[in-house]
């Protein structure tokens, strides 16, 4: 079956960047029919959609107009996994973050269907 | 942005009864395709989200027959007929529409 396996530091000082991977098995990154998420949460922010990756034919990326400008979410296809980064983070950035699946619209199954076991993530000096 | 709104929050429930949860959308979900993408989380404590319901009532594989979902355009319900201890957790709706992506405040779900 599908599974996530994510793995970063969980301990961020404020400006610097944080850095996650979601390593996957039993799907590619470079599947024609998923997209690749990664989803915060927070008790102050709920959940929270950051951005995704995904390929079909060339790779694309969309982001949250919130963090479009600190984040990137890159793909490596020789060890099927994605990344997050995101640049010159604040106490604010504190949260649990998630690698999400999420077949694409004309699959059978539409929905984050696969979630990584999520990393705590706390930004603090 | 689309904004999801669940109530109630809170929703205190005797096991074997049934619950459920109301999510409002600011804007219709209805997508340029036909179809509506609305879905149902459930997260138990400790863990990760999990998709029960996807696309307003389609049940995930392997998701109990009691859960059910329902609902048009801007407003959709979760129902659980029977609520079992394993049921305990918050559950989310969450739109894929229109980006960006959103998703309700939760609504927890705990035993009287």
């Known amino acids: 079956q599908v599974q996530l396996q994510q793995s970063g530091p969980g301990l961020v000082k404020p400006s610097q960047t944080l850095s996650l991977t979601c390593a996957i098995s039993g799907d590619s990154v470079s599947s024609n029919s998923a997209a690749w998420n990664w989803i915060r949460q927070s008790p102050s922010r709920g959940l929270e959609w950051l951005g995704r990756?995904?390929?079909?034919?060339?790779?694309?990326?969309d982001y949250a107009l919130s963090v479009k400008s600190r984040i990137t979410i890159r793909p490596d296809t020789s060890k099927n996994q994605f990344s997050l980064q995101l640049n010159s983070v604040t106490p604010e950035d504190t949260a649990v973050y998630y690698c999400v699946r999420k077949p694409h619209r004309g699959s059978a199954v539409h929905g984050f269907d696969i979630w990584g076991q999520g990393t705590v993530v706390t930004v603090s000096s | 942005d689309i904004v999801m709104t669940q109530t109630p929050l809170s929703s205190p429930v005797t096991l074997g009864q049934p619950a459920s949860i109301s999510c409002r959308s600011s804007q219709s979900l209805v997508h340029s395709d036909g179809n509506t993408y609305l879905s149902w989380l459930q997260q138990r404590p400790g863990q990760p989200p999990r998709l029960l319901i996807y696309k307003i009532s389609n049940r995930l594989s392997g998701v109990p027959d009691r859960f059910s979902g329902s609902g048009a355009g801007t407003d959709f319900t979760l129902k659980i007929s029977r609520v079992e201890a394993e049921d305990v957790g918050v559950y989310y709706c969450?739109?894929?529409?229109?980006?960006?992506?959103?998703f309700g405040q939760g609504t927890k779900l705990e035993i009287k």
């Open positions: 969450t739109q894929a529409t229109q980006f960006p992506y959103t």
């Open positions: 990756t995904y390929y079909r034919s060339t790779w694309y990326n």
